[in-house]
């Protein structure tokens, strides 16, 4: 069938090969001209602006937008007057599904339908295929179907799950019609609300690991720091990259996650030069203040985000008032950097 | 080679199997005979006890055993009077690894080599291989390196790690030497506190998903309790073993945890007659116990580990302690069970 | 001065008679003719309408709403056309102060002023005064300080902190000028975050003194159960209520909500009669959204919030996908009700 | 009544002053002889050793240690063959209760009786009195239930708990007996991890408020990074000293805790000179680990825990792991430090 592209960076971009190598044809539009003819090389249709984006579909027109989330809203605007009742607008970038409702019940009136697209693949999309979860009206996710097949990856060679039979569902070739307008992106932000979960428990579990090797370390601190109850317990050396590897073949925890940390620890096994500052975006704040408005509790997923606020310095009053407060109920002075070990320390308070 | 298994249970017995199918020599004992006769039928020497057992072996003597924890300590004590010094002894139960270095320690005079064993793989062991990791001696591990070769998943159909080049090291074959007596099981026992925080991750996300029909639910509840602050961005109705099936293709969290709840989902989609009383076995808190002694963070793996007890009614005083102080404090007197939401409840305090 | 009041529920009808007992002229209305007529009874000026009570107002008119807060938006409309330039708007209720920020504005052009007051106390501020953070202009503040003097509690017996001299500051009377339109509200919020983690370190605290004695428990469950690893170490029992009255006088964690406990658990020292459903009002919920939205890492607070949701049944869900991924991977079956030891608890996986 | 104390550092010294303003008999030593020769010129006598300290007391004799945990065990081995049976050793330090619950094991058959007392108080303890939790059998806390009864703070001007009535309770003046030994020092231990709680829900809390300003922040860092959602939810200057000082009076948070943040935050109210290295003692950690071995949820108590780990960057491998698994999946590179806000930033995942 036949599909617009607004917005070729990357996603969108490979998208649009995808698609194509599938033999849809695909109408392409970008700010930077260079994105649009790159793909007109390859065999897509190019667009001006997007008037002219829009004059080159066939009824019902649909229009793919992969752009920052920041950039939806003002795109929405811009190409509805161009559109009409039973055209199709989807989303597929990464907006918060607040704004998916909002934006469909602004359609409304108009019979434009509004579709968001949570999408995860990342930069191996391309070749995997990327998995999507999709909100909208039944009439529009109907019509879109052939182009969600191809983008995504399709059965490949994961295993059947016991107990499914005959014919593969969409689900198991890799999309996924959720429900209404925003559930689409609603689910994708709680996958990515899981996958920061996933990470921290990797990440925890490694740093754990790491430190098997206290009470080896211990003895060179043993002047300035009380010594740790069990030292004789924590005198492992573990090759954390090699665990990584291991863990990939059958260990229950065995995941793409633990692949990327395999091949990370491969790449840089010392990690040198990363500072341990960990970006987090929109998807997995909003997992959490989901949770928090439905009252489910979410532990886990809230701890592991706060992790990477912390690992900002996000803590830092926090932290110095509890060093005031020490100071004082017991005139506990700060240790100074460096004696990090101390795993047997008493105070009298 | 040849090697010795104590302990035909499920595990026991499929390692057996395993070893045998690539041609290895197992002598095998249980205190229950049905056990051994069962193996003997498959190709094992058979033993009547642990002294016949290890009078079939030859020098030095390998002996697994694949037994209760808590019945560890026992059988190392009556089988090493039977050992001498170059023998080797492997315990591939869930030991705490407390116990292995005490064990280790213990004999070291008579020269009779400890190895512990962490094992991953359940009941998919038999056919997936079991992921291996090994604490002991270096000589017990080349010793013994054939029979782990066997007993692991081998490469499979892992794709290699990106800059991993020639010979396949013993991680990428699913074995791997983690350092002295007592580290094999220290890193089982970080593996499953990693799984733990996984499948936490995947069930608060899945609940989440579950409850994004607070709104419509809220509703109908709406003369008893205070409405959601916004019920219009809870509308959605999702099909969780659906979400979890798609999640099996091309998202970053993939994992054979994932496999597992589409699975389950797919066999239970209603989850009909299971209460939620999750157990939980000795890793999970050995793992936070191990991040505690040597001081570093694991929130996540922590909360996951919380949750189960809490799972299992275990705060029960607690809640009973916080219900009596709002009752103090306010005169609130707890809601009766059904009115479980109160997203917007108020209090004056 | 002379100040209105609307709302004479226990907190508003409290606040007018301290008020009255400081010499100040109350209008008070509700919509409950008995709530006004019992506080015309001890002097209070009662009014029939709103727009009767703006009229017994000299200028500028100062209305303190003291509402539901869901109410209050509604108030807050019916009221304003009845007052001018220079008059004032209090809510001294527990709306989200996204609210206040929201009516300050609309109020803008009106030049009515609105102040949002954070009050904390509960059923006790009659007496001991309520602490009151007070959000809004500069001149709104200076306007209505007395009446804010009124029914804070004053410095009373609190010990003056070591540092402070001279005349004592607002702060040290017990009501403060937080800032601008919706700050007080704010600070109230966090106030009452900070009071859900005070009181779940206080009640986890005591589950684990209630729990000393699993050492004990543990023989009497010994055929269903793995053992405690160390259960001499678990052998104690624990009066709680006396513990509790025992910290009130020179330790540390001294309090105003500990002495709540040690009084709930005089009153009730077995809990009796209390199921542990603990509700949550607003204000935990939306401190830690504000700590998502700004980035401050606030586990302590998400956790306290999380065992209330919890105490509810709200991880039934979550739970019981936990016990069906157990299932699958290793035939684990949940154990029965009544089998809530199981600290030694082994399983093969 | 007379009694020996062992360690006259502040606490000890201390606990003698106050013995002895009431009326006690103090024998002291210490291994510095200024120490001893400090009290003696107050009023004590002094001991050149253990031995000559043994000698001067009567029958039964009562030997108090207040010295570092770690030199309990060698203190107690030393003096143990001077006495006799119906002695009293008391360890008034800060032991582990294994410790203590060991230690009375080992004198059982001696019949010295081994007495362990949690002390709460910190440097404010010769004035107001210490909190005692006290572990051991019935008669040696009978018999030195005199000088518990003056170090103690008695019931001061603490209002009596409702519903208390008749001769005030051990626990209203600040003493209670817990049980067998090792019950005082496992009810302090767990005293202290509730303090950790409530440190921390304080921290957490006046964090927030000091980023009540982020959409303020947000408006110098535009160019840098994307925005907050809501900024003019975040326009709040909030000064934290005046809120810490405002809460103290009135509030449902009034707590010692609280006082000491306020008289902190009024010394050094930017907190100049505090790296934010929270140290912690081994009570903290006894707590989360006690509340692991017998199965009781404790997030709030391990998060408060985890939070003084990673404000020493102990969080530091796990944080570089994410950073470096951000980077295989996506490209994402660390931001650099000091572009801390990143409310709104997304990534295409």
């Known amino acids: 069938m036949q599909i617009a592209m607004v917005g070729l960076g990357r996603m969108g971009a490979n998208i649009v090969r995808r698609l194509m190598r599938d033999g849809h044809d695909c109408v392409v539009y970008d700010v930077n001209p260079d994105s649009v003819a ?14 002219d984006l829009v004059s080159k579909l066939e009824v019902p027109r649909t229009v793919w937008l992969m752009i920052p989330a920041g950039l939806t809203g003002s795109l929405v605007d811009q190409i509805s007057p ?24 602004a359609l409304k009136d108009s019979g434009i339908h509004f579709v968001d697209i949570g999408t995860s693949g990342g930069v191996f999309g391309l070749e995997r295929g990327y998995c999507l979860m999709v909100g909208g009206p039944d009439e529009a996710f109907a019509h879109i ?6 983008i995504a990856p ?11 039979t005959g014919e593969l569902a969409p689900e198991e070739l890799g999309y ?5 307008s925003g559930s689409g992106h609603f689910v994708k932000m709680v996958h990515n609300g899981i996958e920061y979960g996933i990470m921290a428990a990797l990440a925890e579990g490694l740093n754990i690991l790491k430190n098997a090797d206290a009470g080896v370390r211990e003895a060179e601190h043993s002047a300035e720091v009380a010594p ?23 260990s229950v925890i065995s995941s793409w996650l633990l692949d990327l940390t395999a091949a990370a620890l491969a790449e840089n096994p010392t990690l040198d030069g990363l500072a341990g500052r960990v970006s987090d975006s929109g998807e997995g704040r909003w997992t959490v203040k989901a949770a928090v408005d439905v009252g489910v509790p979410a532990p886990v997923l809230a701890a592991s985000l706060f992790e990477r606020f912390a690992s900002r310095g996000e803590d830092h009053y926090a932290n110095q008032v509890l060093s005031a407060m020490r100071l004082q109920f017991g005139g506990h002075h700060e240790l100074p950097a460096g004696d990090v070990l101390e795993a047997g320390g008493r105070k009298a308070e």
Chains 1, 2, 3, 4 share one sequence.
């Open 38 to 51: 790159a793909l007109v090389a390859e065999g897509a249709v190019g667009a001006s602006d997007l008037a």
């Open 154 to 164: 399709g059965s490949g060679d994961v295993e059947r799950t016991p107990g499914r």
């Open 82 to 105: 161009h559109l009409e009742a039973g055209d199709i607008i989807i989303d597929g970038g990464n907006s918060n599904y607040h704004d998916d409702v909002r934006r469909a019940a």
């Open 228 to 250: 740790l109850e069990e030292p004789e317990f924590y005198q492992f050396t573990i090759d954390t990259p090699k665990v990584a590897e291991l863990w990939r073949r059958g």
């Open 176 to 180: 996924l019609h959720t429900g209404p």
């Open 145 to 150: 179907e052939p182009v969600l097949r191809t």
